[in-house]
C-alpha cells in the first residue's frame, strides 16, 4: 500500500549521519503516537539500523546460528526486551551493504544502557572469535554506519504468523516538510482522514510508522536516492505481503483527497522495499 505521498516516496533509513541530532535541531514534537501515548508526544520506541557485510562464511544457517548466539548474549546481559530483525533490499540491492540490521529499543536511554553494557563485555570481538568471516556491522567500531530514529507507531502490535509468511515487507520513504508545515500539521491528516481510511479499509497485517531522525540527516555517508536532506521517515509494513498490492489499488481509488492533503505538507522520496525476518516478535516493528 503506497498510501503516503503515493507519487514520490522514499529510500531507506541509511543515508544519514550517524552524528545524534545536535540539540538546537531537535525535531518537532512526532506526528504519529500510540494509543497509550496519545498527547502526549512520547514516541513508542528507539530504532537503530546497521548496514551489515556478508564475509566468506555467511549462509542463511551460519547466520542463524550468529544471531541465536547474539541473542543469548544479550538477554544475559539484560536486554531480554530488544528486538531485532534482518532487512534485505528487493531488486538489485545495494553497493552499501548486503543487509541491515534493525534494533528496536525500549526507548533511547535502554539504548545508551545497553549499548553500554554491549561494549563493556565485548560481545562484538568475542561473537567475531566464534562465528569468524558471517557478518559484519556498523562499521569501524559498530558506529560507523549505525543510525537512530525515535519510532512513532500505529498500530503498535499487527498480525504477522511467520508459519504462512515467514518474510514481512516493509518499505522506507525519507520526506520534508513543506514551507510553513510541521508534524503538528501532518498529525492532523494522519490522526483524522487517515486513520479513519485504514480502521474502514486495511487489513490487520499492515502498519505505519513517523521515525523521527536523532542525528542531523544533511552530512555524512548515504545510499542511492536518499534525498541531502529530510525531516523524517514514513514506514509501510506488511506482516503479509500479498495484502500490499490489493490495498495499493484501493488507495488508488479511494484516496486521492487523503493524498492531496499529505502532498500539501510534505514531499518524500521514491520508496524503496525491503523482505524483513524477524528473530523475536516484541510488540512494536522496525
Known amino acids: 500500500m503506497n498510501k503516503f505521498f503515493l507519487i514520490v516516496l522514499l529510500g531507506f533509513l541509511t543515508g ?13 514534537p512526532g506526528a504519529m503516537d500510540s494509543a497509550s501515548t496519545e498527547q502526549t508526544n512520547q514516541p513508542d520506541g528507539y530504532n537503530e539500523y546497521l548496514w551489515c557485510q556478508h564475509g566468506a562464511n555467511y549462509s542463511s544457517q551460519s547466520f542463524s546460528d550468529l544471531m541465536e548466539d547474539w541473542t543469548t548474549r ?13 532487512l534485505m533490499m528487493l531488486g538489485e540491492g ?7 540490521v534493525v534494533l528496536r529499543w525500549t526507548d533511547k536511554e535502554a539504548r545508551d544502557s545497553g549499548w553500554a553494557s554491549y561494549q563493556a563485555e565485548d560481545v562484538d570481538a568475542s561473537l567475531q572469535a566464534k562465528h569468524p568471516e558471517v557478518i559484519a556491522c556498523g562499521g569501524d567500531g559498530m558506529q560507523q554506519t549505525l543510525w537512530g530514529f525515535n519510532r512513532y507507531q500505529q498500530p503498535a502490535a499487527v498480525q504477522w504468523d511467520r508459519a504462512v509468511n515467514p ?3 516493509v518499505g522506507y520513504r525519507f520526506c520534508s516538510f513543506a514551507a510553513e508545515k510541521s508534524a503538528q500539521d501532518l498529525a492532523i491528516i494522519v490522526r483524522g482522514p487517515f486513520s479513519e481510511y485504514i480502521n474502514a479499509s486495511d487489513p490487520s497485517s499492515y502498519s505505519y510508522a513517523y521515525l523521527d531522525p536523532d542525528f542531523d540527516p544533511s552530512v555524512g555517508t548515504r545510499h542511492e536516492g536518499v534525498p541531502t536532506d529530510y525531516d523524517f521517515v514514513w514506514m509501510n509494513f506488511w506482516g503479509d505481503p500479498s495484502q500490499k498490492g490489493p490495498s495499493d489499488e484501493l488507495w488508488a481509488e479511494q484516496g486521492q483527497e487523503i493524498q492531496a492533503a499529505f502532498d500539501e505538507v510534505a514531499t518524500c ?7 524483513v525476518t524477524s528473530n523475536k516478535m516484541p510488540s512494536s516493528l522496525l
Do not use: K
Not at 544519514?16 to 518537532?28: G, I, K, L
Not at 545495494?94 to 541491515?100: A, K, Q
Open 16 to 28: 544519514c549521519s550517524p552524528a545524534e541530532r545536535p540539540p538546537n535541531q531537535t525535531a518537532e
Open 74 to 86: 544479550v538477554n544475559n546481559l539484560g536486554m531480554s526486551e530488544l528486538g531485532h530483525s534482518t
Open 94 to 100: 545495494s553497493e552499501n551493504f548486503d543487509s541491515i
Open 269 to 275: 522520496s521514491e520508496e524503496q522495499l525491503y523482505d
Open 167 to 169: 518474510a514481512g515487507l
